[in-house]
């Protein structure tokens, strides 16, 4: 077995599916372990460190949303892709605000399946260094990237690789107006606005997060039209901004 290559937990109770899942991410290089349930899913990241988790929503016993939120308490870093044969908004809110990091529909296109797996596990492997490191502060919370962890008033969390890596490019372009075609560019490697409800989503996750008040952003704003905009300074949203 080649321990170098990227090691993904493929969570998938439909056998049929799940063969053709493991067979075309072999194909690309990738070590691909199978389980049927969320209760075995957790007993394998307990042990065991994946580069990538691929999570079903529906499945046999507990299901994709409240298994996601155990990976996350066992590890905040692991990407998380979610899959479902659901496609109301609602599963996708819950999936994202729940700790995944991506969201694909059931049936999916194996082209854009396999794009988005190589985009995750290449974020993933960034080197992550833990020195000691001043923290980015804005309002009440304190933000350190390299480390992957924030402090804010409702205590101190864990920060996913996609994460670090929206507020990174917020951090670098503080009270610019970013398009939602660079976000999703930039953060997930879209080349289309095809997917802005993920971003919004996320959005919506960050407010959740370092927001005094998550339904009256002052730090992420929306601005209507284009995208979004950091500002570390606390500002009320402007008129012109609202959507």
């Keep these: 077995m080649n321990e170098d ?3 993904i937990l493929l969570v998938e109770d439909e056998i049929h599916l799940a063969r053709g899942i493991c067979f075309n991410l072999e194909l690309e290089n990738y070590r691909v372990s199978h389980v049927e349930t969320g209760e075995d899913a957790l007993e394998r990241v307990r042990y065991e460190r994946f580069d990538l988790i691929i999570l079903d929503v529906m499945l046999p016993g507990i299901d994709g949303f409240a298994v996601c939120r155990e990976i996350r308490q ?4 692991v990407p998380v892709l979610m899959l479902t ?5 609602r599963d996708r809110i819950a999936g994202l605000t729940g700790g ?6 059931k049936p999916f296109n194996l082209n854009e399946f396999l794009l988005r797996v190589g985009g995750m596990l290449r974020r993933s492997a960034w080197y992550r260094p833990e020195p000691v490191e001043e923290g980015y502060r804005f309002g009440d919370n304190d933000v350190f990237l390299l480390s992957y962890r924030a402090k804010t ?3 101190e969390i864990d920060l996913t690789d996609l994460e670090v890596k929206m507020l990174s490019l917020f951090f670098q372009k503080e009270g610019e107006a970013i398009p939602r075609k660079t976000l999703l560019e930039s953060v997930w490697g879209y080349s289309s606005d095809a997917e802005t409800r993920t971003l919004d989503n996320f959005i919506v996750r960050l407010r959740k997060y370092f927001e005094p008040d998550p339904a009256k952003p002052v730090y992420f ?13 606390a500002r009320g949203q402007r008129n012109e901004d609202k959507e």
């Design 221 to 233: 704003q929306t601005v209507r039209g284009v995208g979004y905009r950091f500002s570390r300074e």
């Design 5 to 7: 290559k990227p090691h």
């Design 74 to 77: 066992l590890d905040a870093r």
């Design 100 to 105: 995944a990091d991506d969201y694909l529909t």
């Design 85 to 89: 044969a659901r496609s109301d908004e």
């Design 153 to 155: 008033p409702q205590g």
